[in-house]
């Protein structure tokens, strides 16, 4: 069973989506929190496995409540919920650690999808907002490039799997494509991760991106 916190600001939003969740006997819904400061109060308190975030509520955001999560529960798996689907919240809530990003319009099988993919260790997003990172991702390299992020501590195998990481390539269609083993793949993505100081691959992404990989 999934221990899931629901953080949200909207008392009919959080009724609705504990309903629904709650018809599925895998999910078990342990807490509601109604602003930033509560989620991070309720997540100490009930150690969810998933935390259903909003990003705009009253007092600490969502993006704060995250980040200060995450510091003492690096395990939890946060999925924001939202209506915002601009760039600038997206790659916030990414940066700040959470494992996927659904529109609050998502149907009972989506939300129920990414629930149990971020609780797996997997990142998702909602289809329009993949798709608007595939093309972020595919864009020309931006001219300036952030003096902080370095991938020179990355060999040579490591900036290639890096590079197909960032073309949306699984690790058996990377294993494919070098000529490799799964298990290769999967040793060089965790160094990968360990060197640049990530958890997943979507703040992997982030930093490849920010580097002008």
Same mark, same amino acid.
């Given at each position: 069973?999934?221990? /899931? ?33 509560? &989620? ?22 969502? /993006? ?11 395990? *939890? ?18 940066? &700040?650690? =959470?494992?996927? !990003? ?20 997997? =990142? ?23 003096? *902080?992020?370095?991938? &020179? ?20 269609? /990377? ?17 990968? !991760? ?20």
């Amino acid at each position: 069973m999934i221990d /899931i916190l629901i953080a949200d600001d909207h008392p009919f939003y959080r009724e609705g989506v504990r309903a629904m969740l709650e018809r599925n006997p895998e999910f078990q819904v342990v807490s509601e929190a109604i602003h930033g400061e509560d &989620a991070i109060h309720q997540a100490l308190k009930f150690r969810p496995q998933v935390i259903l975030m909003d990003l705009r509520m009253p007092g600490r955001s969502g /993006i704060e409540a995250t980040r200060e999560i995450l510091k003492s529960l690096p395990d *939890t798996r946060i999925l924001v919920v939202s209506m915002f689907d601009d760039d600038e919240s997206v790659f916030a809530a990414m940066r &700040a650690g =959470a494992k996927g !990003y659904v529109l609050k319009d998502a149907n009972r099988t989506e939300l129920t999808r990414a629930i149990e993919a971020v609780h797996n260790g997997e =990142a998702i997003f909602s289809a329009g907002i993949a798709t608007r990172m595939l093309r972020y991702f595919s864009n020309p390299m931006p001219e300036k490039k952030d003096p *902080t992020i370095d991938l &020179a501590d990355l060999t040579e195998r490591e900036k290639e799997v890096l590079t197909l990481l960032s073309r949306g390539l699984s690790n058996a269609e /990377i294993a494919g494509e070098l000529g490799i083993s799964m298990k290769t793949v999967r040793n060089h993505v965790s160094l990968v !991760y360990d060197k640049l100081q990530v958890r997943d691959r979507a703040q992997a992404l982030l930093k490849a991106r920010d580097a002008g990989l």
